[in-house]
């Protein structure tokens, strides 16, 4: 069973740019540590201080492996602690999802 974790961030909306910055580094720290990144995403339009990232894994065995080697990674300790002390992340939750194969990653059909 593949599963997602999907995390919904609170951010400060004043500090946008932190918070692209923070996400654009777990991108090469993720799949490093054995995450599968699906994505991170920031407000666009509506809310101005909601964020998400998406991480899938094969399974929650897996979503523990990957927690031991982020544990011991500088880059995503360095990551985590830049995180605090700008203080940009006002709120985090984490929720798991069971992926439904069939539906995940199908391309559109219809040409722009």
């Known amino acids: 069973m593949t599963v997602t974790c999907f995390i919904r961030y609170q951010i400060d909306p004043f500090q946008r740019e932190a918070f692209k910055r923070y996400a654009e580094t777990w991108g090469r720290i993720i799949p490093r540590c054995g995450g599968n990144l699906i994505g991170y995403f920031l407000p666009h339009e509506g809310s101005n201080d909601v964020a998400w990232g998406l991480i899938g894994f094969d399974d929650m065995a897996a979503y523990e492996r990957y ?9 995503g300790r360095s990551n985590f602690e830049l ?22 990653d199908v391309a559109r059909q219809v040409t722009p």
């Open 67 to 75: 927690r031991s080697v982020l544990k011991d990674d500088a880059d």
């Open 83 to 104: 995180a605090q002390s700008l203080r940009f992340i006002l709120r985090e939750e984490r929720t798991w999802l069971e992926d439904v194969g069939a539906t995940r």
